[in-house]
């Protein structure tokens, strides 16, 4: 079985061919070809003839086909209101329909807030506890992780993916993902995302654009672009870095209060520099955590990429169709706002 994975990062969207368990294809695409010339991402896509090809899935749409879904649906896996444009996801929208057009099917994946594995008192009044792409590198941790600890059962640790735009956090217990934190809820800045917003500052603004979702990171604190990650450290940069820094470490001591485990593996393109891995490992490492990279497939694609594809492999019967009944990716269900208090007024 050709499972092609799609990754949709803030910079790049990341490209996974699995047949069976192999890697066979790797690429990456910016995330501004997408944008102004989804076209190409298109044909790149039709060319590798998958037999499942794993559509870039937002917040999440719970297992359904391209050929099922609605343009409400899909707006739901974006959160953008009538009215505003993000070239990025408008590019999307020219993608999937040029799909579409090919008759080519695409498979959604669910977030993390649809999992049954995730109690219904973690979802409430929250959306973004991490998007699908998140919860696929959740998927690819406990696969990668299952064959040294005596299978799925066995797998406890938490994830910190450090992305080009945003930071998560999974929490995985005995192979399932059983909390996450998503972008827009951590408790300090991503890179390009502000992470958590004081209720206060939110009402302040009045009218709230998705735009402001892409700033306020510690790269508009440090005033630097978003290609600079190279530059960024504690000693050029101290209040970003360290606002930075400490919010993945107030993220990771939180889930003290659901696990016993003291593992962390790190993920993202942020760890991929040592100026902002070998710190923050450092600094975990002294509060009695064990971290390491993640393990995956290959170090040519990004984590989620992987994920995707083999999420895709599984729900579609392949060989890693134990690994998403194990986690109950196949039993996801339901819309990612329907925890939410007030969404009536969504």
């Avoid at 990716?329 to 925890?339: F, H, N, R, W």
Wanted: proline share 5%; charged share 20%; aromatic share 8%.
């Amino acid at each position: 079985m050709r499972t092609l994975g799609i990754d949709p990062g803030t910079v790049s969207f990341d490209l996974c061919l699995l047949e069976d368990r192999d890697v066979t294809h790797e690429e990456s695409v910016p995330s501004s070809v997408v944008a102004e010339r989804p076209e190409e991402m298109a044909q790149k896509c039709l060319g590798l003839k998958p037999d499942v090809l794993v559509a870039p899935s937002g917040y999440g749409l719970p297992n359904r086909r391209l050929s099922e879904v609605s343009e409400v649906d899909l707006r739901a896996t974006t959160l953008v209101r009538e009215g505003e444009r993000i070239p990025v996801l408008e590019g999307m929208k020219r993608f999937f329909r040029i799909l579409r057009g090919a008759n080519q099917d695409a498979l959604f994946l669910p977030g993390v807030i649809q999992l049954p594995t995730v109690p219904r008192w973690r979802k409430l009044n929250k959306i973004d506890m991490g998007t699908a792409d998140k919860m696929c590198v959740g998927a690819l941790s406990v696969e990668m992780l299952s064959r040294t600890k005596g299978g799925y059962s066995g797998v406890n640790h938490i994830v910190v993916e450090l992305g080009g735009g945003y930071n998560c956090l999974l929490t995985i217990e005995k192979g399932r993902i059983i909390n996450g934190i998503g972008g827009t809820l951590f408790p300090g800045p991503g890179f390009i995302n502000a992470g958590a917003m004081d209720g206060e500052v939110a009402y302040l603004l009045g009218g709230f654009e998705k735009g402001l979702l892409f700033q306020g990171g510690a790269s508009y604190l440090a005033g630097l672009d978003g290609q600079s990650i190279g530059a960024f450290d504690g000693k050029s940069h101290p209040e970003a870095f360290n606002a930075f820094i400490e919010g993945v470490i107030f993220a990771v001591c939180s889930q003290r209060a659901l696990s016993e485990s003291r593992d962390v593996y790190l993920s993202g393109r942020l760890t991929r520099y040592e100026n902002v891995y070998t710190p923050l490992k450092a600094r975990l490492e002294g509060l009695g955590y064990a971290v390491s990279p993640l393990p995956v497939l290959s170090s040519r694609s990004k984590a989620a990429a992987q994920g995707y594809a083999m999420v895709g492999n599984g729900l579609s019967g392949g060989v890693f169709e134990p690994l998403v009944k194990h986690m109950m990716i196949d039993k996801a269900q339901g819309s990612v706002t329907e925890y939410v208090y007030w969404k009536g007024r969504l």
